[in-house]
């Protein structure tokens, strides 16, 4: 199983980024894959999800009308196309798949919002944004 990201990078505030997870290993479409992000010395936070097993996505207060999560099913991809970035948006950003297969009751983006609750099943390795002011 692997999550691999790709897309970070520096860039000033009011710029733009689009990050890429490409999935490999597991049924693409049994799980919800989004993006999580960490700065040193907080806790890691759900950013945004999407799911194709109940047509759900999710997306934390602060990014929402910033960013955009989609899904290529046929490349194993999600992407997440961030504008107007800010220099809070500095972080680490986290690809992760949680088990969500069709028919699950709830909703697939519910680790997003608890993920002690619920946990993660696959983490990416991470890849760096930063925002410069």
């Known amino acids: 199983v692997q999550l691999v990201e790709s897309g970070g990078g520096l860039v000033q505030a009011g710029g733009s980024l689009r990050l890429a997870c490409a999935a490999s290993?597991?049924?693409?479409?049994?799980?919800?894959i989004g993006w999580f992000r960490q700065v040193p010395g907080k806790e890691r936070e759900g950013v945004s999800c999407?799911?194709?097993?109940?047509?759900?996505?999710y997306y934390t207060d602060s990014v929402k009308g910033r960013f955009t999560i989609s899904s290529d099913n046929a490349k194993n991809t999600v992407y997440l196309q961030m504008n107007s970035l800010k220099p809070e948006d500095t972080a680490v950003y986290y690809c992760?798949?949680?088990?969500?297969?069709?028919?699950?009751?709830?909703?697939?983006?519910?680790?997003?919002?608890?993920?002690?609750?619920?946990?993660?099943?696959?983490w990416g390795k991470g890849t760096l944004v930063t925002v410069s002011s």
């Open positions: 999407i799911s194709s097993s109940d047509d759900n996505t």
């Open positions: 992760a798949a949680f088990f969500w297969p069709r028919g699950t009751y709830g909703s697939s983006c519910s680790a997003w919002r608890e993920p002690e609750y619920y946990g993660i099943d696959y």
């Open positions: 290993g597991f049924n693409f479409d049994d799980y919800a």
